[in-house]
């Protein structure tokens, strides 16, 4: 393995859906934060009343889970040698293209603030290289233009197996993905699952993203021997 | 190892220190939120320039490590069997004493009126099992109560080693605590290396503290044989 593509698929991170641009609660938010409702992220801690007839509300309005699962990764001895590309795939449709050098906004407020001039301006910062970079593209054709060696999906759909075990595989691997769902609720869409080459349940109880992407980091590491 | 006693140590979490509670742009702030500057934690990415002649600055107002650093453990299998027991002591010589059954907030801003709410009333819920709970300790209190059978810091003064070494020398002790720095840059103060058996480097550069935290906690699990 000379890379860990890591996707965190069907992500909760999407603008306000023109549905709810109306929405009292939605507009009184817009104006306290100098935005119009279209340009800002949808966050369930804050807009859980307007989301309430939202379709497929629950996979939806979790930037944090975003947040905190690309600063474990970005982190990661792994990352800074270089050795992990991340994909912030959305349930939209969206594909973020991280630059491994990132480094993101701790600040959770701030970080939003960034997410929402990325969907702005495509990229970000607006000149010079940049660090995030934002496309149109379902998550067929982001794994297609990887053209991975192995798909592997961790879901608790999958067959039990030592997360140990499946770092060790990942890392034999030429190109692999590792399919994590950026997600609170629920599961990978069918469609993820028929591109999944292997679908693994590292644990007998869902985890959450951000964990399962710090075990799967470290465990490469592990089964790569990288220390110092 | 029955319990990981885990202390993230010296946290750079406070109340707005008294001296700042006149400065313009924490009056503003305040103003905003609708609290007394001095019921508000300090946090440097809102009270940067007001930061700015503070003694001890760089090591100080990062509630979000405390944040992230939290969410990695309390998410983890071995918290969830009960294995974890975390304190946060901070910079103020404060220890929060967090329930291995808390749920966290995962949006930042509601962790931060939770941890503010903290403050106000020593523990949280203010009625009820506390999941919370605050009191004034110093770190040497704080391990002399533990009675550890030894203290490990992560730190990069500390001799190199490698983490999964380390890990298997904690689960064979009896009643281990590990200490994690809390704070973004610098090092722990003299009493804590003082306080500490063994002072550990695992990589060689500084890692972020939720970092650290992942992998101590998914490298014991691994050395303990857990998996599901």
Chains 1, 2 share one sequence.
Request: aromatic content about 8%.
């Amino acid at each position: 393995m000379k890379i860990l593509n890591f996707i965190l698929a069907e992500s909760a991170l999407e603008l306000i859906p023109k549905s709810l641009i109306n929405h009292p609660a939605i507009l009184n938010y817009a104006k306290k934060r100098g935005k119009k409702p279209e340009q800002m992220l949808l966050d369930r801690s804050i807009h859980h009343t307007a989301m309430r007839n939202l379709p497929n509300a629950f996979k939806r309005g979790r930037p944090d889970i975003v947040h905190f699962t690309l600063l474990n990764i970005l982190g990661s001895p792994l990352n800074r040698k270089g050795m992990v590309k991340v994909y912030v795939h959305t349930i939209q449709d969206k594909v973020i293209d991280v630059n491994s050098k990132v480094r993101l906004p701790k600040n959770y407020n701030r970080f939003i603030g960034l997410i929402e001039q990325l969907y702005e301006f495509k990229k970000v910062p607006p000149k010079g290289e940049p660090l995030l970079t934002l496309k149109d593209q379902n998550i067929l054709e982001l794994i297609k233009e990887i053209k991975p060696s192995k798909v592997i999906a961790f879901t608790t759909l999958g067959k039990p197996i030592i997360l140990q075990k499946v770092c060790e595989s990942i890392v034999k691997e030429d190109n692999p993905i590792v399919l994590v769902g950026g997600f609170p609720h629920n599961h990978f869409s069918e469609k993820i699952l028929k591109a999944s080459d292997e679908k693994v349940k590292v644990y007998n109880e869902a985890l959450e993203a951000w964990i399962i992407a710090a075990r799967v980091i470290y465990g490469c590491e592990l089964a790569l021997g990288i220390n110092f």
